[in-house]
């Protein structure tokens, strides 16, 4: 079945550690994937997708991602996080044709002081 | 990207009544959807909100339920009718160019 998952529901790390939020999918194409987060209260903001092209993509607030199709995985990467990266973060992605999103469970993220 | 607005941002409401959510959009876009997210969990697709015609609604969802209006280009709205419990949710419209979706702020209901 074609599906997103992220296996880990909640991820603590100490300010200015580094941080890597998993992502898996389940596809027999490469997908169009993406990751959002959502802080409390608010709506979901993109911080970055891969489409194709180079697997190392650049997004918004310090977060890049890599594809990996051996792995089937788009995991989330931030060098060193800073306390207001606390958020929930959602790995979506189109697996196949038209426009509906496929989203991950999300992962929970705490930061430490 | 598109910056989108939705009203109203929270609600309460009473078992058996409707709430009708909108959804603005800056700027004309092609697609809209509209999503649920149940408490504690990820996001649903509930329809493709279609200017010009009828929504396309996902498994599981109805247009008696759900019914959904896309009058122009940057404006929805989705309506939640005879509502339960089962019903409190956050509701998130999304509008997408290029394969990229947007989404708005949300509208938290809770059903009484």
């Known amino acids: 079945a074609q599906s997103v998952t992220q296996p880990d529901i909640h991820i603590t790390v100490s300010e200015g550690a580094s941080l890597e939020l998993r992502c898996n999918y389940s596809?027999?194409?490469?997908?169009?994937l993406f990751w959002y987060v959502q802080s409390p209260g608010q709506g979901l903001q993109l911080l970055l997708k891969?489409?194709?092209?180079?697997?190392l993509v650049q997004g918004i607030k310090g977060f890049e991602a890599e594809f990996k199709r051996s792995q089937s995985s788009f995991n989330l990467r931030k060098p060193s996080v800073h306390w207001s990266d606390a958020a929930e973060y959602f790995c979506?992605?189109?697996?196949?044709?038209?426009?509906?999103?496929?989203f991950g469970t999300g992962t929970q993220l705490k930061v430490e002081l | 990207s598109a910056v989108i607005s939705q009203k109203p941002s929270r609600d309460i409401c009473q078992r058996g009544t409707s709430l009708t959510i909108q959804c603005q959009v800056d700027?004309?876009?092609?697609?809209m959807f509209w999503y649920r997210q149940q408490p504690g969990q990820s996001l649903t697709l509930i329809a493709t909100?279609?200017?010009?015609?009828?929504?396309?609604?996902e498994s599981g969802f109805v247009i008696d339920k759900f019914p959904i209006s896309r009058p122009n280009l940057t404006f929805s709205t989705l309506t939640v009718s005879n509502m339960s419990p089962e019903d409190s949710s956050i509701y998130l419209c999304?509008?997408?160019?290029?394969?990229?979706?947007?989404f708005g702020p949300g509208t938290r209901l809770t059903v009484l």
């Open positions: 999304s509008a997408g160019e290029a394969d990229t979706q947007y």
């Open positions: 596809y027999g194409a490469t997908p169009y």
């Open positions: 891969y489409f194709s092209g180079d697997t």
């Open positions: 979506a992605g189109k697996l196949g044709g038209g426009n509906k999103l496929t």
């Open positions: 700027s004309q876009v092609t697609m």
């Open positions: 909100a279609n200017q010009g015609s009828e929504a396309t609604y």
